[in-house]
């Protein structure tokens, strides 16, 4: 399996990587967002380098990217990611918050951190499950915490009855 060495950092939509900033701009024109700087509450972007994985693990996982850039922002409604790699494009998507769930967790074997998204992404009917993938850093940290807060704030899990046959 090939490996990443991530590093994840907080920034200004401006300052991350020029196609993904263009490519963020274009989804928020299509989707009549506003303007991408006002509406960013938080923003920050992680740069995966590929790890020297050794001939085995370079004939297993094909030709993966080299180099990713990873940038993922939050709006008072949305949470938006997107992603360019050296060899496979850029791509952009994002999921209204009162749509999707949430969980942050560091990885067991990397310590990088990751963010879980579950809903209906990119206006899909059905539902959709994925990681983001960040640094150890503490902006991923920071970030992590801000949209699993904004999440919940936005779609709060239902309120279970218990022994709700016995009329309570």
């Known amino acids: 399996m090939i490996g990443y060495t991530r590093t994840t950092r907080e920034c200004s939509t401006s ?16 989707y009549q967002l506003g303007d991408l700087d006002t509406e960013t509450l938080i923003c920050c972007e992680t740069i995966s380098e590929k790890r020297n994985p050794g001939k085995l693990a ?20 949305r949470l938006i ?31 990088d951190m990751e963010l879980t998204v579950s809903g209906f992404i990119a206006d899909s009917k059905e539902y959709v499950h994925g990681n983001l993938e960040m640094g150890p850093d503490a902006a991923a940290q920071k970030l992590c915490e801000v949209v699993e807060k904004a999440v919940l704030k936005a779609n709060p899990p239902a309120k279970r009855k218990f022994f709700g046959w016995m009329g309570n």
């Open 15 to 30: 300052q991350i990587h020029p196609s993904l900033y263009q490519a963020i701009r274009e989804y928020f024109q299509t």
């Open 58 to 77: 370079s004939f297993l996982d094909g030709d993966p990217d080299s180099i990713t850039h990873l940038a993922i922002l939050l709006t008072a409604e």
């Open 81 to 111: 990611w997107a992603r360019i790699g050296d060899r496979s494009g850029t791509i952009v998507t994002g999921a209204k918050l009162k749509v999707i769930q949430v969980k942050a967790f560091v990885a067991r074997r990397t310590k």
